[in-house]
């Protein structure tokens, strides 16, 4: 990492001088034979890839409508061009979501479309050749599918849903990257993403009850495998050891306490993450969601909430219902997803975030804060990109971003916004979301977190902001190692939580 250096801040923010090939070759490592074949996929690259490749994505474009529609209705109108923050911070013009679709649309249009079967020059189609394929692999592994161009595109193209297909591909011919497939084993094998058994777990929340113990003089319990709990806390694996993770987790312990509401984790379902919609993998997305709902239906829990973890989120509030029974739309011949649905109480929100539950209880007067001891932060809040943009909070348009505003404005004093074409729809992501959290790709991920610490430093310069806050425990993660690099201090990223944890008061209420 010593020779990476972070790229200077722009004064104006213009579109970027272009460096064509400046990220070649720059993309993750590929998944070795065991990380493959221990997810159903071909060890490494089949000799009859072409032809694999393009049935794959014939299958794809019969299956996912969505998918030709990307592939037809582009104009190249250009808006969506200066909007990735891989290409503002590579300059790279294949980091464009438009040329990284057409990386893609080229050869859809030479095998599923007669002018590009006919005169393929004049329509730019391409055939699939092993070098293309490479560039795939590549540009495909510098998206971290935050659906930033898609708010700008005039037809509402998705490159995020581009870049999922291209994947699937990838892997279908044995062509996977390593991180992802890694992680994805672990949690099939151990149940979450760092591979983190479940007595090093056990011995980690005793730990951490003593710690709180220690510090506040209040048993506040860290519960797992408790049969008859009213909630089922999925969260992220980082929260069990990962700093700053750690302190939200503390947090929700302390919520749950002080509002008397009887909670559990699962050992069996130790992850909220899913990385296989990073890789587009329907049958990967659905294996490792069902690991949750078997750990909610053997706890016979009531309800089920997500913790701070953006893309998990995302896949809890949009894909849950139909994969797992989770929420609205369980299938109806699905016998287990109609016995989740017996067993839920529907009065509650399911699945809900844990920062709509903390909200809720802030309401109705269970919680109280003394915010002096957040005073020494001044604070902002980054919205991450998936929950921004693929999900939803309290069940109002928008909710999703007054909701940890609300909380950190009922938990701490000093609060102050970043730019506001930064925030909102419109955040940029940390650098490292969808599947890009690998030193491999360290390079990529301080280049693409450009946008946000130039929003950063500005609020630091004009308001003396020491703290972001987020929801997400990529962002953390990402923040924590990028930050230093742009000459902030590390601890500058935070949980939600985490404030809420510094100011609750236990044993007033
Ligand atoms: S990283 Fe985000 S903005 Fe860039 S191409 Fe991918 S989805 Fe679009
Ligand atoms: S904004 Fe949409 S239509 Fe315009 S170039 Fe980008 S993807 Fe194509």
New binding site residues.
């Given amino acids: 990492m010593a020779d990476i250096a972070a790229p200077a801040y722009r004064t104006i923010p213009i579109i970027p001088e272009l460096k064509p090939g400046a990220m070649e070759g720059k993309g993750p490592f590929v998944a070795p034979d065991k990380i493959n074949e221990a997810l159903g996929f071909p060890g490494h690259l089949v000799d009859d890839w072409h032809d694999k490749a393009i049935a794959k994505m014939g299958d794809l474009l019969s299956r996912y409508r969505s998918l030709k529609v990307y592939m037809d209705a582009c104009v190249h109108c250009g808006a969506c061009s200066d ?4 290409f503002i911070g590579t300059q790279d013009p294949k980091n464009m ?1 438009v040329a ?1 679709q057409d990386l893609m649309r080229s050869v859809y249009r030479r095998y599923f479309t007669l002018p590009g079967k006919l005169f393929p020059k004049l329509v730019g189609a391409r055939d699939l050749t092993r070098e293309v394929l490479d560039e795939w692999f590549n540009y495909y592994h510098q ?7 898609s708010v700008f595109c005039p037809y509402g193209i998705d ?2 849903e581009v ?1 999922m297909a291209a994947r699937e591909i990838l892997d279908s011919v044995g062509y996977g990257q390593k991180y992802a497939n890694e992680i994805i084993g672990k949690v099939h094998k151990i149940g979450n993403n760092l591979g983190l058994p479940g007595p090093a777990l056990n011995d980690t929340l005793e730990g951490l009850e003593e710690d709180v113990k220690e510090a506040t003089g209040v048993d506040v319990r860290f519960p797992i495998d408790v049969k008859g709990a009213e909630v089922l806390l999925i969260t992220p694996s980082a929260d069990f050891f990962a700093e700053p993770h750690i302190d939200s987790l503390i947090g929700y312990a302390k919520v749950f306490h002080a509002t008397g509401t009887s909670w559990t984790l699962s050992s069996m379902s130790s992850e909220a993450g899913n990385f296989g919609m990073f890789i587009g993998n329907y049958e990967q997305l659905r294996a490792i969601a069902m690991r949750i709902r078997q750990a909610a239906l053997e706890l016979g829990v009531k309800r089920i909430v997500v913790g701070e973890c953006g893309h998990a989120w995302r896949v809890a509030y949009s894909f849950w219902n139909t994969l797992t029974g989770v929420g609205d739309g369980a299938d109806p011949n699905d016998r287990f997803a109609q016995m989740l649905q017996k067993q839920l109480d529907h009065r509650y929100k399911q699945p809900a975030h844990i920062c709509e539950f903390t909200w809720d209880m802030i309401q109705d007067e269970r919680l109280v804060f003394d915010k002096s001891h957040n005073d020494k932060y001044v604070i902002t809040f980054h919205d991450s990109c998936n929950v921004a943009r693929g999900s939803n909070m309290g069940g109002y348009p928008g909710g999703q971003f007054d909701i940890p505003r609300n909380i950190i404005r009922a938990v701490a004093n000093n609060f102050v916004e970043m730019d506001s074409s930064t925030t909102y729809e419109r955040t940029f ?1 940390c650098g490292g979301g969808g599947g890009l959290l690998t030193d491999d790709l360290m390079d990529v991920r301080v280049k693409g977190a450009l946008p946000r610490m130039e929003v950063l430093q500005q609020v630091k310069d004009g308001h003396g902001v020491n703290f972001m806050a987020c929801i997400c425990a990529i962002c953390k993660a990402q923040f924590t190692k990028v930050l230093p690099i742009y000459g902030f201090d590390r601890k500058v990223i935070g949980g939600v939580h985490q404030l809420v944890s510094n100011a609750i008061q236990l044993g007033v209420k």
């Fill in positions: 909007k990735c923050h891989y979501p990284r998206c971290s599918e935050c659906r930033r161009c490159t995020a870049t992501c």
